[in-house]
Nanobody, 123 residues
Framework: DVQLVESGGDSVQAGGSLRLSCAAS????????MGWFRQAPGKERDWVAG????????YYADSVKGRFTISEDRDKNTVCLRMNSLKIEDTAVYYC?????????????????WGQGTQVTVS
């Protein structure tokens, strides 16, 4: 079975940086989309960033563009999200997800596999 495990969540001050990691097991990256989502208290789960592993194309939500960077390490089957210039509104539980199909999507329902989430708190 496919398992995704996020790590790296922490409490930081506004303006700080944080790096989240998503380790995949029972899964080999091959023309799939790896995505990062977040859900703040009282709000819906929103798409943050994605990577088409087949073409190494990256995509970002307007709210994080220029501040967040998604990358991958194929040797370690790991996807990372580097977050810079963090804002209070970035506070949320961050989830790693995988879409086992061609093309990236921003809808959570289009992703088949999910991690357990990791808490990011900015104050």
């Amino acid at each position: 079975d496919v398992q995704l495990v996020e790590s790296g969540g922490d409490s930081v001050q506004a303006g700080g940086s944080l790096r989240l990691s998503c380790a995949a097991s029972g899964y080999t990256y091959s023309s799939v989309c790896m995505g990062w989502f977040r859900q703040a208290p009282g709000k819906e789960r929103d798409w943050v960033a994605g990577m088409d592993t087949g073409y190494t194309s990256t995509y970002y939500a307007d709210s994080v563009k220029g501040r967040f960077t998604i990358s991958e390490d194929r040797d370690k089957n790991t996807v990372c999200l580097r977050m810079n210039s963090l804002k209070i509104e970035d506070t949320a539980v961050y989830y790693c997800a995988a879409r086992d199909a061609v093309g990236c999507r921003w809808q959570p329902s289009q992703y088949q596999y999910w991690g357990q989430g990791t808490q990011v708190t900015v104050s």
